[in-house]
């Protein structure tokens, strides 16, 4: 997908969680990241479109900025599901190097980025009238990484 289509859904998606307006924001930054792993070294599609980058970057994310954690996860998280809608998809359970997707949508076909555009409104207006979705466990896992972390002196 494009990299404002992943921005726009991270930020749909923590508008709907009830992400402050500035989590918002981290949230779309954080949801273009995995897109900067050829610029690392990685392959494309690879380690930072897998469930276990998301796993690892919510905990070091938890034990140094915990007001962060959610936004990270969110925005990995949008970003790995819009690229399962590629031909290629992506791999998931690095580091099995198998590519997994749903759908065949080229990164910049306008039906692809039309789906997620899509759900981006839907997930808005839901919020609006008054959906949501708790991740008040999150949140809480979140700071309870964050206080074992600092008990071994991490600030
Ligand atoms: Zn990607």
Known sequence: MLRKTHALF???VAFFIGLT??????SSFFGIISDMDRAFGFRHRGFTHS???????FLISSALFPNLAIPVLVGITTHVFADMLNPKGVELFYPSKKNYR???????S???NGIIIA??????????????F????LKNLA???????????LK
């Not at 307006?21 to 981290?26: D, E």
């Not at 469930?51 to 970057?57: E, G, I, N, Q, R």
């Not at 749903?102 to 910049?108: E, L, Q």
């Open 10 to 12: 991270a930020a749909a």
């Open 21 to 26: 307006p500035s989590q918002i924001i981290a």
């Open 51 to 57: 469930l276990l980058f998301a796993l690892l970057s």
């Open 102 to 108: 749903i759908a065949k949508f080229r990164f910049n």
């Open 110 to 112: 306008k039906a692809g």
């Open 119 to 132: 759900m981006s409104a839907a997930l808005v207006i839901l919020k609006l009238k008054g959906y949501s």
């Open 134 to 137: 708790n991740v008040e466990f």
């Open 143 to 153: 700071y309870a990484i964050h206080k074992y972390a600092q008990s071994f002196g």
